[in-house]
């Protein structure tokens, strides 16, 4: 299974940017897809997650009501739509997938792992 992410880059205050990732390798409507992010110096932290049908959705409570994530199970692909971005949401951002349902904001439940996009929001 290959996750590659795309969309990052630097932008400022209260700009929006659309991460992608596509999934090859396996089913991917199979897969509980999520966005976690690492900020330097700190631990990798959940973002956002959605389930297989994109009936259910899940978010970080500092990114609910400016960031949404969607799916599209024809392109094998998920997005994070991030508006409104503030300094605080600088970090690489990962996708990853998993197999099985459970705690969706645990990393170390997830099965695969993209390289990351580095997002950059100066203030």
């Known amino acids: 299974v290959q996750l590659v992410e795309s969309g990052g880059g630097l932008v400022q205050a209260g700009d929006s940017l659309r991460l992608s990732c596509t999934q090859s390798g396996r089913t991917f409507s199979n897969s509980i897809m999520g966005w976690f992010r690492q900020a330097p110096g700190k631990e990798r932290t959940f973002v956002a997650a959605?389930?297989?049908?994109?009936?259910?959705?899940y978010y970080l409570d500092s990114v609910k009501g400016r960031f949404t994530i969607s799916r599209d199970n024809a392109k094998n692909t998920v997005y994070l739509q991030m508006n409104s971005l503030k300094p605080e949401d600088t970090a690489v951002y990962y996708c990853?997938?998993?197999?099985?349902?459970?705690?969706?904001?645990?990393?170390?439940?997830?099965?695969?792992w993209g390289q990351g996009t580095q997002v950059t929001v100066s203030s």
């Open positions: 959605i389930n297989w049908s994109g009936g259910s959705t």
């Open positions: 990853a997938a998993r197999r099985t349902p459970g705690r969706v904001t645990s990393a170390s439940e997830y099965n695969y």
